[in-house]
């Protein structure tokens, strides 16, 4: 019996300190991503109430400096044809409450040939709690045709950041989010001339 909640608490404690991955980068491996030398931004068209304008702005700034760095030019948008790439952002957001806790558990007991068992009990008691926003940051990119490029990544932060703050958790996630942009396809087109 002690081995079995040894290897519940072990187990408990392994699952709470595993961290999930937050980037899902997906691209279309056909493409040649080095013909590419301009983009543009695709104009908004949401009709949440909830839009946030701002931090449309804030991604697309911190796209549109990564991609300068990158070699790639911005085109202003008139229609899909006037860059070679025409990128979406879009962003969720969430609330996660951080709440303090205290919980309850009762088991079982053997005492010489008596037994005693009840069953477990659990009980969360919110201490001082606190919300979290949860943010993804979605791109899209898509050449005259079709959509080439997905990417997403999430970050986590309080919700009461400054503005310099949001300026900074986001350009360090569009960063990671695009690292590895454009993607290495280079060989595989190489091999096929």
């Known amino acids: 019996m002690k081995k079995l909640i040894t290897f519940f608490i072990l187990l408990s404690l392994l699952s709470a300190c595993s ?90 007991s053997i005492m010489g040939s008596n037994s005693t068992s009840s069953i477990g009990v659990s009980t969360s008691v919110p201490i001082n709690s606190e919300v979290d926003i949860i943010t993804k940051i979605v791109i899209d990119i898509s050449d005259a045709k079709h959509t080439i490029w997905h990417g997403s990544d999430s970050y986590e932060a309080s919700g009461n950041l400054s503005m310099e703050e949001k300026d900074k958790v986001v350009t360090a996630t569009v960063n990671h989010l695009l690292a590895n942009f454009p993607p290495q396809t280079e060989v595989m087109f190489n091999n096929k001339q």
Do not use: C, W
Request: charged share 20%; proline share 3%.
């Open 19 to 108: 961290n999930k991955p937050t980037i899902h980068i997906d691209f279309n491996p056909e493409t040649n991503f080095q013909l590419f030398d301009s983009f543009q931004f695709t104009t908004q068209i949401t009709n949440s109430v909830d839009t946030n304008p701002i931090m449309i702005n804030r991604i697309q700034s911190a796209v549109e400096n990564i991609l300068a760095s990158k070699g790639l030019k911005k085109q202003t948008f008139v229609d899909i044809n006037s860059a070679d790439l025409t990128i979406y952002v879009t962003f969720i957001q969430q609330e996660k409450e951080k709440n303090s806790s205290f919980s309850l558990g009762l088991g079982t």
